[in-house]
T-cell receptor
């Protein structure tokens, strides 16, 4: 149980285009999902907290107009990187909390999406 | 504030060696504590957790005990395998806010 999927697992795009990454909780409902960014050999940097049916809460320094987050249902959150540039190339990981489960304090992570912007 | 400090890596061990990765934390209240593992090119997997003082989390031969008096949650395994090579993250959950992570410790196990 508690499986989180991400799609796509990797994407290559041209500079200036937009890329959408999907995060799904497959066997549980997630009122809260989180988006992280990870640079090579570094820890995870929290970008934003996504709440179902409301606006996302962005961490300081994260551009909300560049990283659009939508959490339209209890099982799906999307991150759209708009007008991508090479510096946006990174490994993006989402996670979700099981709202109705026993372990509401536990975050379950997706497998990550590697974005390369040429 | 809330923070997690892990021992700096990388850690290189021979197969069947004993593993300890130190983790200490600073937190208000009584957070849950976690160890996550990240294999190359993958996301994070929950390895084990403990929710209150003196709890011991265990999984796949790994274990860690929530020590409130020393604010520690050290990860141990009695006999590591090559397949344990990964990055290990200690984390805490301060009252259902986003996880606070340590910087990660890279473990390499050689045959």
């Amino acid at each position: 149980g508690a499986v989180v999927s991400q799609h796509p697992s990797w994407v290559i795009c041209k500079s200036g285009t937009s890329v959408k990454i999907e995060c799904r909780s497959l066997d549980f409902q997630a009122t809260t999902m989180f988006w992280y960014r990870q640079f090579p050999k570094q820890s995870l940097m929290l970008m934003a907290t996504s709440n179902e049916g409301s606006k996302a809460t962005y961490e300081q320094g994260v551009e909300k107009d560049k990283f659009l987050i939508n959490h339209a249902s209890l099982t799906l959150s999307t991150l759209t990187v708009t007008s991508a540039h090479p510096e946006d190339s990174s490994f993006y990981i989402c996670s979700a909390r099981d709202a109705g489960g026993v372990s509401t304090d536990t975050q379950y992570f997706g497998p990550g999406t590697r974005l390369t912007v040429l | 504030g809330n923070s997690v400090t892990q021992m700096e890596g990388p850690v290189t061990l021979s197969e069947e060696a004993f593993l300890t990765i130190n983790c200490t934390y600073t937190a208000t209240g009584y957070p849950s504590l976690f160890w996550y593992v990240q294999y190359p090119g993958e996301g994070l997997q929950l390895l084990l957790k403990a929710t209150k003082a003196d709890d011991k989390g265990s999984n796949k031969g790994f274990e860690a005990t929530y020590r409130k008096e020393t604010t520690s949650f050290h990860l141990e395994k009695g006999s590591v395998q090559v397949s344990d090579s990964a990055v290990y993250f200690c984390a805490l959950n301060p009252r259902n806010t986003p996880l606070v992570f340590g910087k990660g410790t890279r473990l390499s196990v050689i045959a």
